[in-house]
């Protein structure tokens, strides 16, 4: 008890103390490039292979936390198995690197205007470079991190959340510099520094030999469940490539703008989101495997409700505080009062869609307890995607509260199609009650 305690206790504190970082290290790159055509051009850069490479590094953890979960009671096949999804993964990355290539010249010729002053930054190749590069490698972080919770390791792997940021911050207060690949060439420093640190604390648990393939694609095979899993998680991503689309369309500072206010609502959120995820997931999941319809409809009603009024709480506070937190967290140096002003409008205005996201979260998590819902997850996460970029189509013209005012009301009409949908599809525990899903 006391030790599950203590983990949930470290897990959080190193997801907190994750975000309080990553604060650290975006308050000085608002001090030293302020939200210009700088800071647009680098959130530009991300926005594609980030996307990309948080659908695959979802995809990875599906497959590789339950089949070495299952292999770990015979530590030499644990081990064959760990090496052999790491070759492949390797592969997945090196190709995922290479996309910077074609995307050189695709990505800012599908996504920006072309009176976009992003095409006018030199160091836009560069930056392209370097975050399909960062890309890469955070996939290869991915399967690490999933092995080590694994193997029932979630502290370590929670600590890894701290490198990045850190290592980012001293390669922005050591290259004095003022070019913004510094920026780039800072995170994927530390993203290289969580891989290699991955590694070494498990560098004896993968084996490279080829050894016995007895359990052919059964270990790497991707049903269809695993894509409808990651076609429904795409709502959590895809708000970057939309806003790489719209912002840049509404005029200088916006796509920064968006991406500073974005960075305050992921830490703000956490504090709300680690807990529950961490506790009332696997509740949920031992009474959907008993087919107790009833107690998983009461117990997800107090989930939804506890994780609603934490979340509209804090989003009320930054809704009515946004100014001082602006201030507080990025005016200075380069970051001026009219940044400032348009970040805490993009902020003010993200809040509610912040709390009703979290709402979404424990929905999305809740319904993958479900046999047979994956489809039904699937419609609700591409369907926030394709809403989202008609909405902020829509709201473009009235700059960057316009996209926010998109985003939240996106969030909240499928926070409450995603509850009746959830409460729908909990009568069919009734008829699969006894069966387990690997999907928890």
Known sequence: MWLRVFRLLMVTGCGVGGSLVNFAAQAIIASRFGAGQNVDTYVFSLGLPTFLAGLLATCVSYI???????????????????????????????????????????????????????RDQPQLPLL?????????????????????????????AAMLSLPPGIVSILVLLTIPLHAIWVVAAGVLTGTLAV???????????FCWRSGSQTSGAAIVAIRSSVWLSVVALTCFSSYAV?????????????????????????????????????????????????????????????????VGGAAGLIALGIFGFSDEIVFLLFQRGAFDAAAAQQVASALAHLAPGMAAMLVGVMLMRAIFCIPDSFRHAAIIGLGWSVLYFALSGVFAKRGVTGIADAYSLAWITMAVVGSVILWQRAGALQSAGGVETSSC
């Open 128 to 156: 392209i470079i370097l975050a399909w590069t960062t890309g890469g490698v955070q996939l290869v972080n991915a399967l690490l991190i999933a092995r080590l919770n694994a193997v029932g390791r979630q502290i370590t």
């Open 242 to 306: 939309i806003d790489s689309f719209w912002a840049p369309r509404t005029g200088q500072g916006a796509l920064a703008a968006l991406g500073y206010a974005q960075r305050i609502l992921i830490g703000a959120g956490n504090l709300v989101i680690l807990g529950p995820s961490a506790i009332a997931v696997p509740i949920l999941a031992r009474i959907a495997v008993n087919g107790d319809v009833v107690r998983f409809r009461q117990t997800l009603a107090l989930i939804v409700l506890s």
């Open 195 to 205: 891989t290699l640190v991955g590694w070494w604390v498990q560098r004896d648990r």
């Open 64 to 118: 590789a936390v339950p089949e070495i979960t299952r292999a770990t009671a015979d530590p030499e096949h644990e081990r064959r198995l760990s090496g052999r999804l790491l070759r492949g993964i390797l592969v997945l990355a090196a190709t995922l690197g290479l996309g910077a290539l074609p995307a050189l010249l695709l990505q800012p010729a599908l996504l920006l205007p072309t009176g976009s002053t992003i």
